[in-house]
């Protein structure tokens, strides 16, 4: 089983700045089948990532996704005040799936 | 409207089973798998397995084999998960979500979630 770790656990940040989540797989993930997603206290996720750098439908330009192999990252270019949440990245399509642990963003 | 709606909370004695129902409206069940994940609170998601809603087909996570039973009606495009042998530890929020095998662009619809709460 491929296990991904997320850094850092949480991150402190003020709207307007760049914050740079990182996600890190202990094997290659295939296909480079990775997401991430966004998750606000008591609401299931949503998807911001697939196939790990398109955005998912309806998803603002600010948020971005790079990354190949076993090292992906995830961007958001100037944080507005509804982005701090925790956000999860997974790795899927081979029926294998597993999650990181999730980074929290919180406003500094 | 797209979306997966989930049953409601449960509060569950050690030793019984929980059955959670998952209901699609707005697109083609019979088009996707489902997937099933859980969250302990304050925790990561775990994925728990997956079922081809249209012939039924599963795959379950070794760590919940002979636990863990996913089917369908899909003359009411439900999913359901079952997990029986309860035990504090299934205390978690369950979620189904959506998956296309063709597309694999990740789990883009979720349900809003399942509390499920296993206690004496």
């Known amino acids: 089983e491929s296990v991904l770790t997320q850094s850092p656990g949480t991150l402190s940040l003020s709207p307007g700045e760049r914050a740079t989540l990182s996600c890190r797989a202990s094997?290659?993930?295939?296909?480079?089948?990775l997401a991430w997603y966004q998750q606000k206290p008591g609401q299931a996720p949503r998807l911001l990532i697939h196939?790990?750098?398109s955005r998912a439908s309806g998803i603002p330009e600010r948020f971005s996704g790079s990354g190949s192999g076993t090292d992906f990252t995830l961007t958001i270019s100037r944080l507005e005040p509804e982005d701090f949440a925790v956000y999860h990245c997974?790795?899927?399509?081979?029926?294998?799936?597993?999650f990181g642990q999730g980074t929290r963003l919180e406003i500094k | 409207q797209v979306q997966l709606v989930q049953s409601g909370a449960e509060v569950k004695k050690p030793g019984a089973s929980v059955k959670v129902s998952c209901r699609a409206s707005g697109f083609t069940f019979t088009s996707y798998d489902i997937e099933w994940v859980r969250q302990v609170p304050g925790q990561g998601f775990e994925w728990m397995g997956w079922m081809n809603a249209n012939n039924g087909n599963t795959g379950y996570v070794q760590k919940f084999q002979g636990r863990v039973t996913m089917t369908r009606d899909t003359s009411i495009s439900t999913a359901y998960m079952e997990l029986s042998s309860l035990r504090s530890e299934d205390t978690a929020v369950y979620y189904c979500?959506?998956?296309?095998?063709?597309?694999?662009?990740?789990?883009?619809?979720w349900g809003q979630g399942t509390m499920v709460t296993v206690s004496s």
């Open positions: 979500a959506r998956y296309d095998t063709r597309q694999r662009n990740a789990f883009d619809i």
């Open positions: 196939d790990a750098s």
């Open positions: 997974h790795q899927y399509g081979y029926g294998r799936d597993t």
């Open positions: 094997q290659s993930v295939g296909s480079n089948y």
